[in-house]
T-cell receptor, first 114, second 114 residues
Framework: QQQVKQSPQSLIVQKGGISIINCAYE??????FPWYQQFPGKGPALLIA?????SEKKEGRFTISFNKSAKQFSLHIMDSQPGDSATYFCAASPKETSGSRLTFGEGTQLTVNP | KAGVTQTPRYLIKTRGQQVTLSCSPISGHRSVSWYQQTPGQGLQFLFEYFSETQRNKGNFPGRFSGRQFSNSRSEMNVSTLELGDSALYLC?????????????FGSGTRLTVV
């Protein structure tokens, strides 16, 4: 019940295209859903996060869509750029930990071709 | 401002030995979390410390322990190392917790057990 399932495992898009990564969870106690970006040799970096009381959050080219009833959330990267090529992780944290105990998805390796 | 600093960056240990990893959080951050990252298991939460107290704990054996000092610096210790402990160990810090402030990760310590 603690798992977060992420898909696809890898994704290749053309420059300017839209990248979409999906995540699903089972634990209804999760109430904080961040997305992280990781480049080789670096730690994950927080991109954007959402709480269940909103269905969508946008920051620049990055948008999170959240479907509470389906227990699914997704990351959309608009106008994808070669510099976006990295591994992306969704994560979730239960309410009682105030966002401090993150359960991560398996990761998606995104490649944006020039 | 300086980011999260982890030392050492690389470490090679022999099975059965113990190891101590260090993490200096961003100045002013009081919450420090530790994660293990492996190709097979992905990113897994180890524990979180806040104001020198362990606030959350993941599902790792007792060989994995940690502590936090009054200046918020944290250390994690792994005793009786096993080959399966080979991983990237990541430290992340936040002002109070993840929800309102997010976590900033360091670049990690790459531990190899031979």
């Amino acid at each position: 019940q603690q798992q977060v399932k992420q898909s696809p495992q890898s994704l290749i898009v053309q420059k300017g295209g839209i990248s979409i990564i999906n995540c699903a969870y089972e634990n209804t106690a999760f109430d904080y859903f961040p997305w992280y970006q990781q480049f080789p040799g670096k730690g994950p970096a927080l991109l954007i996060a959402i709480r269940p009381d909103v269905s969508e959050k946008k920051e620049g080219r990055f948008t999170i869509s959240f479907n509470k009833s389906a227990k699914q959330f997704s990351l959309h990267i608009m106008d994808s750029q070669p510099g976006d090529s990295a591994t992306y992780f969704c994560a979730a944290s239960p309410k009682e930990t105030s966002g401090s105990r993150l359960t991560f998805g398996e990761g998606t390796q995104l490649t944006v071709n020039p | 401002k300086a980011g999260v600093t982890q030392t050492p960056r690389y470490l090679i240990k022999t099975r059965g030995q113990q190891v101590t990893l260090s993490c200096s959080p961003i100045s002013g951050h009081r919450s420090v979390s530790w994660y293990q990252q492996t190709p097979g298991q992905g990113l897994q939460f180890l524990f979180e410390y806040f104001s020198e107290t362990q606030r959350n704990k993941g599902n790792f054996p007792g060989r994995f322990s940690g502590r936090q000092f009054s200046n918020s610096r944290s250390e994690m210790n792994v005793s009786t190392l096993e080959l399966g402990d080979s991983a990237l160990y990541l430290c992340a810090s936040s002002f109070i917790g993840g929800i309102d402030y997010g976590y900033t990760f360091g670049s990690g310590t790459r531990l190899t057990v031979v």
